[in-house]
């Protein structure tokens, strides 16, 4: 029908053409008869491309039932050929300026090439050699040993499951103990939502979720509540995420010193959950040279309150009723001073990147760890989980940890993320945030708008690209 229409219509153009050339007695004939020519060869085009057309149309049949209840005079919509591949370079999320290494990105992670990703490999394949000789010992506890500690010593166990192919802004699966319980009523008994949601790395990402969560509450040596938030990175930052919140809890609470002493348990819990991600990483097969993982982790009980982090995740507390923010761990980037300083004295070197805004926003400053004299691993922090091929050269697993007594009686809330939030907004911003609408919104829409503005502001900044984000929210107000 369409087709007709446009060969009537250029058939009305053509004989209007005509007539127009045939008035060459007025001025007005004489001039369009003067242009005729070029609106002719116009038309004339346009119909041998209609016949064009119509002769590739009469490859395509319609299935009869797609026709039943359908008026046929309507037209169909039909997709053609292959989609069109947009260069990434155009896309806001690309390279940005000539001083980004090979196969970077401003705010993701640093890309291995070939040959690094080789010598990774050779590492891990060292490092197994070792262990079969018996020069040294990398344990790594068993998945039925986490499973009985749950099983007797938890009141309950939530984690996000290690799956693939989520799309982005899609939710991690959830795995949870006990398996008979219902997870609202269990995230009922800690006064705790959450979210972990999958960025967005560009055009078709179909990468994994590499951030991660866990919340545990133990049902001895005093009722500890353990909650962790891991954003990792590198080839296989999610494996190194999913182990980490699994057994940095259980390693806590073996630890000799815990709970008496908590900064030591802690300590105790980071480094050996460093040994196992290595073990873990052999049996497995999974890179932990050049993968690891940011961590957070707040123990509470009652008034009592530690924190202890390694790299850029972070910790804000906040009273219901006062917007202002009452403590916020540090996050440890490279530049830092004592981090900087640390690094250097190891063999390790901090590298500054400049990345220009072509939108006009203000230049980027961006800095990395490297290993001296090598292009690897490029990490944006400055302590982590993992990433053993610079634990020697002053990346370290030690975390940093607080002591903080809540004031229970003015109603403290805890909040925790990746830095999918921290990237573009203050944590005073989300003090306020939560205070405001405490007193309108359940926790779960106010944690979802926290999330949505983040997405918002990656959007705004980065274009199609958009990190990982992963928070959870705590009301002691409302703990059972």
Known sequence: ????????????????????????????????????????????????????????????????????????????????????????????????????????????????????????????????????????????????????????????VVYGKLSTGQSPASEREIDFYPKSAKLADLMGKVGLVFSCTKGCKGVGDRSPNQDNFSVVRFNNKGGWEIICVMDGHGPAGHNVSHRSVQVLPYYLHNSDYFPDEMEKALEDAFQITQQDLLGHGIQEGYDVQASGTTAIVFVRKGADLYTAHTGDSRFVLGHEGDRTLQFETQDHKPNTESEQKRIEANGGEVREFRYDDEYGGEELVVHRVFIKGCDYPGLCMGRSLGDECVKAHGVTCIPEVNHVKLQLEKKPFLFAASDGVWEFIPSEWVIKTIVKKLGEDPPQKILAKICKESRRKWRQEEGDYCDDITGVLMLTSAVK
């Open 1 to 156: 029908r369409s087709l007709s229409a446009a060969r009537a219509r250029c058939a009305q153009r053509l004989a209007g053409l005509a007539a127009t050339m045939g008035a060459g007695g007025s001025a007005a004939g004489k001039g369009a008869a003067a242009e005729a020519p070029a609106e002719v060869k116009a038309a004339e085009a346009g119909e041998k491309k209609l016949a064009e057309v119509a002769e590739q149309s009469k490859a395509f049949e319609v299935d009869k039932k797609a026709m039943a209840g359908r008026k046929g005079d309507r037209g169909f919509t039909v997709s053609m050929g292959k989609a069109t591949v947009i260069d990434p370079d155009l896309l806001r999320g690309g390279k940005r300026a000539a001083t980004l290494p090979s196969g970077g990105g401003r705010r993701g992670d640093f890309e291995l090439s070939p040959e690094v990703q080789a010598e990774m490999k050779a590492r891990m394949e060292k490092l197994e050699g070792r262990v079969r000789r018996g020069s040294i010992f990398l344990g790594a506890v068993r998945e039925q040993d986490m499973q009985q500690k749950w099983e007797q010593d938890c009141e309950l």
